[in-house]
């Protein structure tokens, strides 16, 4: 188990919270849309699968669906990402996020997620997810 969440269900309870957020508060669904882009991630440390299109937000078995880009990496990455604490060049080159997809496209979203940095301590905090 990796240090940030306490099984997978408390993995998913914050995924879930933060990436519909992401998708349809902070207007990333819009980006998917235009870009047609659709995400799958699989998880590991604890296992499990979010997948996120303009309209969806879904986790578990079911997110296990094909998407234009799939990733997998650590949960552990994912929080390490998010507080700024591994780059996404970085984590593609040491494969700490191993990627497949048309890389570019993906890289273009990259701007798009910038306005969730500041507040993502907020999401950790509710969801008691430890950031130091």
């Not at 309870?13 to 207007?27: M, N, Q, R, S, T």
């Not at 819009?30 to 604890?46: F, G, H, Q, W």
Request: hydrophobic letters at 40%; one cysteine or more.
């Amino acid at each position: 188990m990796g240090v940030y969440f306490k099984d997978q269900k408390h993995m998913y309870e914050f995924l879930e919270d933060l990436w519909k957020h992401i998708v349809f508060e902070a207007g990333l669904g819009e980006k998917l849309r235009a870009y047609e882009v659709s995400y799958r991630y699989k998880i590991t440390d604890p296992d499990g699968y979010i997948y996120i299109d303009a309209d969806n937000v879904i986790t578990g078995e079911e997110a296990n669906r094909d998407a234009v880009l799939r990733m997998e990496m650590s949960a552990d990455t994912v929080v390490l990402f998010w507080l700024k604490k591994l780059s996404l060049p970085v984590a593609l080159a040491t494969r700490k996020i191993k990627a497949k997809g048309p890389i570019p496209k993906m890289l273009k979203m990259t701007p798009a997620l910038k306005p969730i940095y500041p507040i993502f301590p907020e999401f950790c905090k509710k969801h008691n997810v430890p950031i130091d």
